[in-house]
């Protein structure tokens, strides 16, 4: 293997110190634009790369940000993770993500590993059970960490996310509107605090209208295609008086589609189909998801200013961020 260029070698050929190449290299310090110049033609001429883990080390400052989350093959956590990244890149630093796969003892093992990288802060959408106490280890050591999307009442660390009781109501309310009363919920981790409050915004609404939802169409399981496809088998299996079925994200409604399809059920006419998140695709489907926007991206953006103030301004107090939802109609319902 071809050995890593220096940065004594750099220096050499600039005819400038070492000293003169990091402070170059590292935006620091006041070098004439010439010598700027003269380092930057020889860093890039020999291909050298900065060595930031030699820099942190000498300095005491990281620039990786871990980034955790439930289930990275969700397009919501796409979304969300590609805005995080942008804002942190633009002001110098790395993203880090990991998938817990919404395993508490997953998230703990995760969390310790990146602060045995010596993340300079954490993001976390954390696994469903979390508490505050999930987070001790993160303050034990003094670093910084924002919440995002799922709310565990942590006042420790900032929160971005948004109004998932209203959610509900907002998603219930539009059902109703065209004459679906019967209504299932599928989806979503019984200990999910998200889920809690959508299904409880679902319920009320219904109740206030007249209208029960019953016990026996309530599926809880993970907020996952395959979930949803299982789920929407089972209820068909012993209910058909279903008028439509709210489902805890998009992703459960991609597999709900699935299984009405091969039901002979069409969605839209027989049946409707709402759910949360508004990912790109399910625009796309066949009929498109209506669905209760939850701006991933917006919440990415937010939650990553949160993250880079929380490092560079620690005793400022936490904020509680939430973002308001609103529905996209399309023809699912």
Request: glycine letters at 8%; hydrophobic letters at 40%; a positive charge.
């Amino acid at each position: 293997m071809k050995k890593r260029v220096s940065i004594k070698q750099v220096a050499d050929k600039a005819g400038v110190s070492a000293a003169t190449v990091s402070l170059v290299l590292n935006g620091k310090g006041r070098i004439s634009e010439q010598t700027q110049k003269k380092v930057r033609k020889a860093a890039a001429s020999m291909k050298f790369i900065l060595n930031k883990s030699a820099s942190r080390l000498r300095s005491g400052r990281s620039l990786l940000i871990g980034l955790i989350v439930n289930d990275i093959s969700n397009p919501f956590f796409a979304e969300m993770s590609y805005d995080i990244e942008t804002v942190a890149a633009d002001s110098g630093y790395l993203s880090v993500i990991a998938n817990t796969k919404d395993d508490l003892d997953r998230q703990s093992s995760v969390i310790e590993t990146m602060i045995g990288q010596g993340v300079a802060g954490l993001i976390i959408s954390a696994a469903s059970g979390s508490d505050d106490a999930s987070f001790q280890t993160i303050r034990d050591h003094g670093i910084p960490y924002v919440l995002c999307v799922r709310d565990v009442r942590d006042f420790s660390a900032d929160f971005v996310g948004f109004d998932n009781y209203q959610a509900g109501v907002i998603a219930a309310k539009h059902l109703l509107s065209q004459g679906l009363d019967k209504l299932a919920f599928i989806g979503g981790s019984q200990t999910n605090e998200n889920r809690k409050q959508r299904l409880q915004g679902v319920s009320d609404t219904l109740a206030k209208n007249g209208h029960t939802l019953l016990d026996e169409r309530i599926f809880a399981g993970s907020a996952t295609r395959q979930f949803g496809a299982e789920a929407t088998a089972k209820l068909l299996e012993v209910d058909r008086d279903m008028s439509a079925i709210v489902c805890f994200n998009d992703y459960v409604a991609l597999g709900a589609y699935e299984a009405l399809n091969r039901s002979g059920l069409k969605i839209g006419q027989n049946i409707g189909v709402i759910g949360f998140d508004n990912v790109p695709e399910s625009a796309s489907w066949t009929p498109p998801l209506t669905t209760v926007e939850l701006h991933p991206r917006a919440i990415g953006r937010r939650t990553a200013k949160a993250m880079l103030s929380a490092i560079n301004e620690p005793i400022v107090a936490p904020e509680r961020i939430y973002l308001a939802p609103h529905l996209v109609v399309r023809d699912s319902c």
